[in-house]
């Protein structure tokens, strides 16, 4: 069985621009969450999709949103970049949401840098 | 809000010895659930080992066990027989219970991490 893929692997924005990152759950899992990892802050939740529908946020600007597709597919999108914006994204997924104790499986993150 | 400790940015071992990894959180929930994650050059986050709050017996997964002391809200990882393998940077994290009244049951709060090299 296929692990958690994210796609890109890195990726180089310049501030003021868009960025889309995917990530593709494990076959049959149907809940997503998204992490930003930074050297400064460590990791904190973006917030989670199961069923296409959004179950929790995490305390970030509006400028970060995700949506989830009817294959379970998720995507985030952060619009005017800031360089503090620069990190590690990293997408989990699980077969339930994450509040019924199921067990998290990661993806290998997408390396984002703000120029 | 909860928030975890690890008070050790860096730790070092021989390969073949056993080290211990600290991790501190303060909560004011009484039902919840501990985490080690295990984060490679590889960038993947991989669970280790999880502990329920409600059990008193620690978790142990082969080499690796953890020490939980409720009242004192510490969580530590004893890694045994240590591998050039185990080098990584390690995660302490917390999650609420689903219904015991938390506020983030539906999301993992982590600590700042432990790098843990191992020598030959």
């Known amino acids: 069985k296929a692990g958690v893929t994210q796609t890109p692997r890195y990726l180089i924005k310049t501030r003021g621009q868009q960025v889309t990152l995917s990530c593709s759950p494990i076959?049959?899992?149907?809940?997503v969450s998204w992490y930003q990892q930074t050297p400064g802050q460590g990791l904190q939740f973006l917030f989670e999709?199961?069923?296409?529908?959004?179950?929790n946020k995490g305390n970030f600007p509006g400028r970060f949103s995700g949506r989830q597709f009817s294959n379970s597919r998720s995507e985030m999108n952060v619009s005017t970049l800031e360089l503090g914006d620069s990190a590690l994204y990293l997408c989990?997924?699980?077969?339930?949401?994450?509040?019924?104790?199921?067990?998290?499986?990661f993806g290998s993150g997408t390396q984002l840098s703000v120029l | 809000a909860q928030t975890v400790t690890q008070s050790q940015p860096e730790m070092s071992v021989q390969e073949a010895e056993t080290v211990t990894l600290s991790c501190t959180y303060d909560?004011?929930?009484?039902?919840?659930?501990l985490f080690w994650y295990k984060q490679p050059p590889s960038r993947q986050m991989i669970l280790v080992i999880r502990?329920?709050?409600?059990?008193?017996q620690n978790a142990t997964e082969n080499r690796f066990s953890v020490n939980f002391q409720k009242a004192a809200k510490s969580f530590s990882l004893k890694i045994s027989d240590s591998q050039l393998g185990d080098a990584a940077m390690y995660f302490c994290?917390?999650?609420?219970?689903?219904?015991?009244?938390?506020?983030?049951?539906?999301?993992?709060?982590f600590g700042q991490g432990t790098i843990l090299t191992v020598h030959p």
């Open positions: 989990a997924s699980s077969l339930r949401p994450v509040a019924t104790n199921e067990k998290l499986f």
């Open positions: 502990q329920e709050a409600y059990k008193q």
């Open positions: 999709y199961f069923s296409e529908t959004q179950r």
């Open positions: 076959s049959g899992h149907r809940s």
């Open positions: 909560t004011s929930e009484s039902d919840y659930y």
């Open positions: 994290a917390y999650r609420s219970a689903l219904g015991a009244g938390g506020t983030s049951y539906g999301k993992l709060t």
